[in-house]
């Protein structure tokens, strides 16, 4: 039996353009199908550099800032479910930086939790190309 996720998004003194919803929602929701992984539930939560701080200096000890943290919420071998947190101000500033729209590189943020949830890694360099690669994939299977 297949699960439908659960995606909801959530604004933290902050918002972002995210164009239609409901169609963003069925793209995040494709990443699990795809990946073959049975996913229950996502929030997103957009955020402050401000409060993504405070969340990685409370939760994974680092003094710095970041674009995004994911939690996953879920024990081995169940459906996953978790929490992403997006600092809606690293993407901005990465987008202008790497020469993109903040929509391209808003997605590729969403996606990349997506994936975090999935199993894939981007500690090594190998693992990295290996998210970028799947972030480019699912770039490129709707607009």
Not at 21 to 40: M, P, Q, Y
Not at 47 to 66: A, M, P, Q, R, V
Not at 125 to 135: A, G, I, L, V, W
């Amino acid at each position: 039996m297949k699960i439908k996720p659960v995606i909801k998004f959530y604004f933290k003194e902050t918002t972002i353009s995210m164009g239609n919803r409901s169609n963003f929602k069925k793209r995040i929701a494709n990443v699990f199908l795809r990946e073959k992984k049975r996913c229950t539930a996502v929030n997103y939560i957009f955020c402050t550099d401000k409060f993504l701080l405070s969340i990685n200096k409370e939760f994974l000890g680092h003094d710095d800032y970041t674009d995004i943290i994911t939690f996953s919420m879920n024990e081995p071998n169940d459906p996953i479910s978790g929490e992403i947190y997006i600092s809606v101000e690293r993407v901005s500033e990465n987008a202008a930086k790497h020469g993109t729209t903040i929509k391209n590189e808003l997605e590729r943020v969403v996606f990349h939790g997506a994936l975090h949830l999935c199993g894939y890694k981007d500690k090594t360099k190998s693992d990295k190309t290996m998210m970028t690669s799947k972030e480019n994939l699912y770039l490129g299977l709707g607009v």
